[in-house]
Nanobody, 120 residues
Framework: VQLQASGGGWVQAGGSLRLSCAAS??????NAWNWHRQAPGKQRELV?????????NYADSVKGRFTISSDNARNTLYLQMNGLKPEDAAVYYC???????????????WGQGTLVTVSS
């Protein structure tokens, strides 16, 4: 299973970006989608999660500004980021926990990352 992230770019503080992550391959179902980010010199952190049952969680630092959503028919994940701050600048990675269609085993895949730059 491959994940392709896109949508990163440069934005001024207060602006918005929408990240996308498309999954392809042998997927029966996706049980959890996650967005992570990693800023230079910092550890990777979990930003947002959406579970198959509908549960959604956000890091405290992005609550009220970011919205995670998914299109299960298209196996695509989104992250709408509003009110961006300089501290949101990072490489954003998508991650999917899925059931492989062919083997019915659980798998995990990561996207390649997309860079978000926020200027003050």
């Amino acid at each position: 299973v491959q994940l392709q992230a896109s949508g990163g770019g440069w934005v001024q503080a207060g602006g918005s970006l929408r990240l996308s992550c498309a999954a392809s391959g042998s997927i029966s179902s996706i049980n959890a989608w996650n967005w992570h980010r990693q800023a230079p010199g910092k550890q990777r952190e979990l930003v947002a999660t959406t579970l198959r049952g509908g549960t959604i969680n956000y890091a405290d630092s992005v609550k009220g500004r970011f919205t995670i959503s998914s299109d299960n028919a298209r196996n695509t994940l989104y992250l709408q980021m509003n009110g961006l701050k300089p501290e949101d600048a990072a490489v954003y990675y998508c991650e999917a926990d899925y059931i492989d269609y062919a083997t019915t085993t659980v798998g995990r895949s990561w996207g390649q990352g997309t860079l978000v730059t926020v200027s003050s």
